[in-house]
């Protein structure tokens, strides 16, 4: 039986753009070599910042591109968490974030999050009990792992808090694009008024994973300290991967690829909503409006560990919701559905099905 994953969250090479993608390294090459196979500054591929900071109405200056969004974050939390500092993050949150800010000895402040984001009105009860956190991490769009999306009230309450007690709200923001359902919601950066926010994004799901380019816009300032800290770091991040994703965007190839993208995800959700429906009908979840992840709960007495060794020896892999957590979520998985076709998603939850009857519960 070939192998199905449900673990990385990546899109499959069907439905990347590697034609478009080769024509732009081929533009890249042919109209900037020196730009492009050159040392560059650590800010990133000019062009590229430019286009970016564009986007979000911004300049140059407030924006770094770097070696994928995981090293944005990692820089960020490097010129603002110190050991001992109070970080604030989401529960369930992204599990590498954990790791980051474990090893960096921050003491997690993690606030429970509902399906329209995190629960607001808890973070300020212990921001007024005395909390002060330096940061605090947020996945405003189809947050990995939940898939779910802040609200737009809840962002404008998150501003308020950040402002009254001094943090940084860390917009971390990857999946922004890949939406194919419901309204588009301003990012917390076009509504803060206060240099509160920090925002981070990727081009690993709108134009390729083994792209590598991510990036930090923000404050001039915060920039700049972190333009000094990549310069000690790299020197110069790959030029080639950002001149060709500069290309990409500014031939309009980027928007082809994120409705390619999009269509398919939709698709996948649907499939594997309807599959959990089907096959696993104590699966409790809430399908995202986009991106791609979704977060299913079962019944209290289930155990993910014993779910996920049943589920691996039938070639079938999944992220334990207990990976995501400080505490607790033992009944918990997160389902990726980007990489998997529709036809391997409904293979993919039989498996699943089955591995969970056979711990000897009933999966109607």
């Not at 990385?8 to 020196?34: C, K």
Request: aromatic share 8%; hydrophobic share 40%; net charge negative.
């Amino acid at each position: 039986m070939p192998p199905i994953s449900f673990a990385r969250g990546a899109p499959s090479l069907d439905i990347i753009a590697v034609d478009d993608l080769r024509a732009a390294a081929d533009r890249a090459f042919q109209s900037d070599p020196a730009g492009t196979f050159s040392y560059g500054t650590s800010g990133g591929y000019v062009p590229l910042r430019d286009w970016i900071a564009e986007q979000h109405g911004k300049q140059r200056e407030n924006v770094i591109v770097t070696n994928g969004s995981m090293q944005a974050d990692a820089f960020l939390f490097q010129q603002l968490v110190e050991p001992g500092d109070t970080v604030v993050v989401e529960a369930p949150t992204y599990d590498r974030t954990l790791l980051s800010l474990r090893g960096l000895g921050a003491d997690i402040l993690a606030i429970p999050l509902e399906p329209d984001g995190i629960d607001v009105e808890a973070l300020a009860r212990a921001l007024e009990s005395g909390a002060r956190p330096k940061l605090a991490h947020i996945i405003p769009n189809f947050q990995n792992p939940a898939g779910y999306t802040l609200s737009l009230e809840k962002r404008r309450r998150l501003l308020e808090l950040a402002d009254n007690f001094g943090f940084v709200v860390f917009e971390d923001d990857p999946y922004v694009e890949l939406r194919f359902e419901g309204e588009r919601l301003p990012t917390m950066l076009s509504l803060d008024q206060n240099d509160r926010v920090v925002y981070a994004s990727s081009f690993s799901k709108t134009v390729c994973p083994g792209i590598r380019v991510g990036y930090l816009c923000g404050p001039a300032e915060l920039i700049a300290v972190t333009e000094k800290t990549a310069t000690e770091t790299y020197i110069s991040p790959n030029m080639v991967a950002q001149s060709i994703v500069n290309e990409f965007c500014r031939s309009g190839a980027i928007d082809r690829s994120i409705e390619t993208v999009k269509n398919a995800l939709r698709e996948r959700l649907d499939t594997l909503a309807g599959a959990l429906e089907r096959d696993l009908g104590d699966a409790r979840f809430v399908p995202p409006q986009g991106g791609y992840f979704m977060w299913v709960e079962l019944p209290e007495d289930a155990d993910v560990d014993a779910l996920a060794a049943a589920a691996k020896d039938r070639d079938v892999i999944f992220v334990k919701g207990t990976d995501f957590l400080l505490e607790g979520g033992q009944n918990t998985l997160r389902l990726a559905y980007s990489g998997v076709r529709p036809d391997e998603i409904d293979e993919g939850i039989a498996r699943l099905a089955e591995a969970y009857r056979s711990l000897g519960v009933a999966a109607a």
